[in-house]
């Protein structure tokens, strides 16, 4: 045990309210650089929990800490916790709320959560992972308690789950948003995704080659077309039709979508992909304000991600 760490034990500080998987592991790594860090993982669920599995805390021997593995109610613990294993120089796994030892710690929902804490030897595979994300591809990491080990994986799960006695945790691309629109309503949609942690492209003129070409969909993408003219979106709607885009939103009333529709046929674009575009665009409405209709529409897109995705 290292006795200089043990009697100068920080206070747990949270240093940032994040829970995007790459700020928290970029904080995991550059607290490396500069001293020992560990690495919470949410590895098991009892009844209700505020996170999925594989959510992160990232601890520094400092006293910082970020991320969250519920909803705010053990993260100063897990910190406590992995300021023990960093003393100790050994990996734990502690239960919090339902069957867990600390009866002063308990989760509102009323279950119970397991949480591993990796002291991280190394950051290489975190950066790995980061230039992945950056790259808009999925990454993983392997967790094996018997080892102690933490590595990259090619083999992605479709979430983060256990393997017989490896926890591999899935990191996929952030959300981003593509709006195409010249309307204050494009500009309410792209200030709420921007400070929603949305990668958010602004395309203002669908007429413009250079702009029409400047679009990067993949399969983490939402398109939203917020056009009062059905032949200003033409372009970029044929184009996020023939990308793998998750989303696909337009704007106008169930007439304006028909008729849509109709033009889409006429250029050769098959009956298939109609379905795909969410028309009226938005969870809820009629919206009769820009902000009302930012939220609706931002709320689809949220919620589509997480059906897809889940």
Request: net charge neutral; hydrophobic share 45%; aromatic share 6%.
């Amino acid at each position: 045990m290292n006795d200089a760490f043990v009697a100068t034990r920080p206070i747990p500080v949270r240093a940032h309210s994040v829970d995007n998987p790459a700020d928290i592991l970029r904080f995991a790594a550059e607290a490396l650089s500069s001293g020992p860090a560990a690495l919470a993982t949410l590895v098991e669920i009892r009844g209700g929990a505020a996170r999925a599995l594989g959510a992160h805390v990232a601890v520094a021997a400092d006293g910082r800490f970020c991320g969250y593995v519920s909803g705010g109610c053990v993260e100063a613990a897990v910190a406590a916790e992995a300021f023990q294993a960093i003393a100790e120089n050994r990996d734990r796994i502690v239960k919090f709320g339902e069957g867990s030892p600390f009866f002063d710690i308990a989760l509102p929902c009323g279950g119970g959560v397991a949480v591993a804490i990796h002291v991280l030897r190394e950051a290489s595979m975190l950066y790995n992972v980061l230039s992945e994300l950056a790259n808009r591809r999925s990454a993983a990491l392997a967790y094996t308690p018997q080892s102690q080990s933490l590595v990259q994986v090619d083999k992605l799960p479709e979430r983060s789950e256990w393997r017989e006695n490896t926890f591999v945790s899935l990191y996929r691309p952030q959300t981003r948003v593509v709006i195409s629109g010249q309307t204050r309503e494009a500009e309410a949609v792209r200030r709420i995704a921007d400070a929603s942690g949305y990668d958010v492209q602004l395309i203002e003129n669908t007429q413009s080659r250079s702009a029409l070409d400047s679009i990067q969909i993949d399969p983490f993408t939402a398109v939203v077309l917020l056009h009062h003219d059905l032949d200003l979106e033409t372009k970029i709607l044929e184009a996020a039709l023939a990308s793998q885009a998750f989303y696909i939103g337009a704007l106008g009333s169930t007439r304006t979508h028909r008729r849509r529709i109709e033009r889409l046929r006429s250029r050769g674009i098959s009956s298939d992909c109609f379905d795909r575009i969410k028309a009226p665009i938005g969870l809820f409405g009629p919206t009769r304000d820009a902000t009302s209709l930012a939220l609706s529409v931002l709320a689809d897109v949220a919620a589509a991600r997480l059906e897809v995705f889940a």
